[in-house]
């Protein structure tokens, strides 16, 4: 059985798309993996990638477009909004199918060790990867960004995980890990009362409170006059989407306010849709649905409201 | 302004009234402080009482008690269902009325010293007062029970923060502290399934990706033909009432369960009812209410469908 990872690295370029199409031509023309999306950001200056498909040709084109990033992204002159302390500044390696979690982990040593070997840039182990509590929130190795590299990288605590504790001198450091899939998951509320949704936000997550598993926000979108409460579920097996759309739509009835529509951004597993569908279809294990994913897209247009969902934003489309 | 108090000791003696009533007797005929409650279980041959009043008066009352409870208590010759480490198991003390946290933690220190002198028997600092992170988990410390104390304490990391690493002979050791209150929290289903509850109960709690300050498992009531959905708040001011009762509400959906009751066991802050009703009437901060206790009391049973409730639940009652 193939093993399916899915990676999303970021690069330290969003302006320039000749660069861009350099450092991800080794993703393309490839029949064992996809190049399922390219984000542009020109206000960040920043690119996020996905990639899709077999592990092992995954690590070797990942490790070649690594090199190309290194070689044409000079961070001394970049400007963008995002913190960034890297051209590449993260690659994140997601488990999709027949493979573990650890597994994962394994893997982001392997390519860790095969990136800084073909660019002399020090990675750091970040997320279920990280060898050290203080690794395990990318954040906190941000902190600083490129410019501060130099002076953080000389206190022991913050020595990477591979290379010489000292910054690569355009291209920064980087970080590698295993983490679990992100579902990016956005609620259109009926108001423009920006204030309201972000206390509802805080209500429902973990730092206020809320469900262990969601991070939220608040967002006023001036063009289509309503009010976007903005999310992460870390963990979509353990806080489900039910879950926080059904405490989203609680929440919002002290303000009278209702939810028109939902949004996920970027891609979701299908095991996340197929398991929030189960509660709104009143089903629990160990019963077993085996929907197809025409199923799967439509069920879930339904029961959670969403807007402008295809197949093509569940994952397993591209396995 | 009067600083008021409340405090839970923890007596390993659940069977023999006339001891009780001797351990007790500090805290009756007092007007600065009430005995609220006293409960004794005879299977886990345990008493819990619950004192609330002017924090001077019961510091003096407590060591006198705990003086008493080390002279009349053997734990050589104790059987009882419930873990226990000491004669006096755990004193908390829960700030009330006109006192912030950190000064409970110091009133804890100067509470265990007194003990201490009074009794010999060596205290750990818990909780909020903890001065070590394995301090923090009141199960943690007990880990190992009266019986394994002794070897227990040799290690330095468990060496307690008043008295000798050595437990008392009779009455082994104390853990003292100032924590949050704790609102327990029950919810009636009409269900005999527990197996069905207990899955609700891992989905709205912390340890399930559920709310953050949940603690939650299930219980069969038999003699009333149902399940009970039963929980702690561990923070209500973060995680509150209304989103434990409508979580639940929203889970039981699945298997067509439904609320018929809830119940507080124990004592409950006003705050805690205050800040849930105004969600169910829609009001929120900066809009502040002038309820009396009458008033809470009867918007509680209403709105939180609360069987068995009466104002003499609401801590503020005895103030």
Redesign the interface.
């Known amino acids: 059985m193939r093993q399916i990872i899915e990676i999303v690295p970021n690069y330290s370029e969003g302006k320039n798309s000749e660069i861009m199409k350099q450092i991800i031509a080794p993703f393309t023309d490839n029949p064992d993996i996809s190049l399922v999306t390219m984000e542009m950001d020109p206000s960040y200056n920043r690119t996020v990638v996905t990639v899709i498909g077999e592990a092992k040709e995954i690590l070797k084109r990942m490790t070649e477009s690594a090199a190309i990033a290194v070689s044409r992204i000079d961070l001394r002159i970049h400007i963008g909004e995002h913190p960034r302390m890297g051209a590449v500044d993260v690659v994140p390696i997601i488990p999709i199918e027949n493979i573990t979690e650890d597994e994962c982990v394994r893997l982001s040593n392997i390519l860790a060790n095969d990136i800084f070997e073909a660019t002399q840039v020090p990675i750091y182990l970040y997320s279920k990867s990280a060898t050290r509590e203080q690794c395990t929130n990318l954040p906190d190795i941000r902190q600083g960004e490129f410019e501060g590299l130099g002076e953080k990288m000389k206190d022991p605590k913050w020595a990477p995980d591979f290379g010489k504790p000292i910054p690569h001198p355009t291209a920064g450091a980087m970080a590698v890990g295993c983490r679990k899939p992100l579902v990016a998951f956005n609620i259109d509320l009926n108001s423009n009362d920006k204030t ?1 949704v972000l ?1 509802i936000a805080r ?1 429902i997550r ?1 730092s ?6 969601i991070q939220a926000g608040a967002a006023r979108l001036a063009d289509r006059g309503l009010c976007q409460l903005t999310m992460n579920l870390t ?1 979509y ?4 989407l039910y ?1 926080a759309l ?2 989203t739509i ?1 929440e919002a ?4 306010m209702e939810v028109l529509a939902t949004e996920i951004v970027g891609l979701v597993p299908k095991h996340c849709l197929i398991n929030s569908l189960k ?1 709104y279809l ?1 089903l ?1 294990d160990p019963v077993k649905v085996n929907w197809s994913l025409e199923e799967i897209t439509d069920l879930a247009i339904k029961h959670f409201k969403l807007r402008d969902f295809t197949i093509k934003k569940i994952i397993e489309y591209y396995v």
Chains 1, 2 share one sequence.
């Open positions: 309201k206390k209500r973990n206020g409170g809320g469900y262990r598993f963990d097996e353990q806080t489900a879950q059904e405490a609680m009835k002290r303000y009278n509660y009143k629990d």
